[in-house]
């Protein structure tokens, strides 16, 4: 998946299995979220990828906020249950397309050409604890001019790559 993980077993071999909370048949447990207003529901039943903060000026915009938490997880994990209807998408680049709910304007996933068994998942969308935590900070390079990091977490100035730590 696209971010901080390493580079080696980025695709669905890199995801992991939650073990904790409230298990299942086969040890993973079911996450739940959905959009501000409610209409829009959907579970998470399998494993989930890494992690990150991304401060491109696409993320936050859209999200309104300093920064996106974004959560990976393979295509195949992630199912609506209520309100597909009401889910509308906006092109925001030629390879990604974001989708929100139509009444709320919540974001919900985004999905990345490049990786197209994918989805980048708003993380403040979820009811449930996913067991994880972001690893690191994307787009430093064009982050919200009055917002300053104060955590240890690695900083890119784009998408993770060796050598492209700041200090």
């Not at 990976?72 to 929100?100: A, C, H, M, N, W």
């Not at 919540?106 to 490049?114: K, R, T, Y």
């Not at 990091?149 to 890119?156: A, V």
Request: hydrophobic share 30%; charged share 25%; proline share 7%.
């Amino acid at each position: 998946m696209r971010g901080c993980a390493p580079a080696a077993g980025r695709r669905l071999a890199g995801f992991v299995r939650r073990q904790s909370g409230r298990s299942k048949a086969g040890g993973a447990r079911m996450l739940k979220g959905g959009c501000l207003c409610g209409r829009i529901r959907y579970e998470i039943d399998g494993p989930v990828g890494t992690s990150l903060y991304c401060h491109c000026s696409m993320c936050r915009k859209s999200h309104g906020t300093a920064f996106r938490a974004r959560l990976s997880l393979p295509k195949s994990s992630f199912r609506i249950v209520q309100g597909e209807d009401l889910l509308t998408s906006y092109r925001s680049s030629s390879d990604t397309l974001k989708t929100f709910c139509r009444i709320c304007g919540s974001p919900m996933v985004n999905s990345w050409a490049p990786e197209p068994d994918s989805y980048g998942l708003a993380m403040g969308s979820l009811d449930d604890d996913p067991g994880i935590r972001p690893t690191c900070h994307e787009f430093v390079g064009s982050k919200a001019p009055w917002y300053e990091i104060t955590d240890r977490l690695p900083q890119y100035q784009s998408f993770r790559e060796p050598g492209l730590v700041l200090e």
